[in-house]
């Protein structure tokens, strides 16, 4: 018995590292023709069903609760769970898998509150921060740089809790793989000068660009304070522009 404590106590002396918490995957479909696969920075539709383990309790599908329609989520800036950032690297579209996520992974010690929406259902961590209206009135929400997402006001139909140290399975199909507003494309796009960083002004055109893409009404007031928000977060050193290292690096996940 004191053989085995000490064999312990000497793997902990030598620095011996706790094993991470990993991730099951399972394959359930691939297409044949794979053209793009997923990876961080990429502006990712999926559909998703999420179930507790072991006892299989459904807490929520988009198939179901989401009108029939996908979420959209930009991979690697810590919108959704650890355990999908690990999880979904690399799927294709039309490719379907199963994700086994430990407590870790997922919503930890602490749960999570939930709610089975019908209109702009999301798991997401990372809240949206501006709503518009555009002139037929529907309800146009889009934050930008790590918070871009076009949805509705959720509904809450009724509201359940994921338990702590839960873990959870999802099985998840992609939709649609796009460049996220965190790509390399993305900062070329909106650096009209080529230099390298980007300037208010290049911020601001590009916002407009986007909102009238979508069909949005184009509020200055609202663009000015926009603007300056993200600057506020994104803008690390304080210079007045975002370099394209602190356009393009990894969040950590809230």
């Known amino acids: 018995m004191w053989l085995a404590f000490l064999s312990a106590l000497l793997s ?28 961080n920075g990429d502006l990712l539709s999926v559909h998703y069903e999420g179930f507790l383990e072991p006892n299989g309790t459904m807490f929520h599908s988009t198939y179901e609760d989401n009108e029939g329609k996908p979420v959209w989520f930009t991979l ?14 690399t799927m294709c579209v039309g490719e379907k898998r199963q994700l086994i996520i430990p407590p870790a992974l997922g919503y930890g010690k602490k749960g999570k509150d939930i709610g089975v929406f019908r209109k702009g259902a999301n798991l997401f961590r990372k809240p949206f921060n501006f709503v518009y209206k555009n002139v037929k009135d529907r309800t146009f929400n889009y934050t930008m740089l790590s ?10 139909i009724h509201k359940g809790r994921i338990p702590p140290d839960s873990t959870l399975k999802f099985i998840i199909t992609i939709m649609d793989i796009r460049d996220g507003p965190r790509s390399h494309e993305s900062f ?15 911020v601001k055109v590009y916002l407009k660009k986007e909102f009238e893409k979508h069909g949005a009404e184009v509020n200055e007031t609202h663009h000015e304070t926009l603007v300056a928000d993200i600057f506020d977060k994104e803008d690390e050193d304080g210079d007045g522009f975002i370099s394209a290292r602190e356009f393009t690096y990894k969040h950590e996940e809230l």
């Not at 359930?28 to 990876?39: D, E, G, V």
């Not at 690697?76 to 690297?89: F, H, I, P």
């Not at 230099?195 to 002004?201: F, V």
């Open 12 to 39: 902990c002396a030598s620095g011996a590292l706790i094993p991470e918490p990993e991730v099951k995957i399972e394959l359930l479909h691939k297409p044949f023709i794979c053209r793009r696969k997923a990876k």
């Open 76 to 89: 690697g800036t810590g919108e959704v769970l650890k355990g999908w950032e690990r999880g979904l690297q």
């Open 147 to 156: 918070y871009a997402q076009v949805t509705t006001e959720p509904l809450v």
């Open 188 to 202: 070329r796009q909106m650096d009209l000068n080529d230099d390298w960083k980007l300037s208010k002004t290049e």
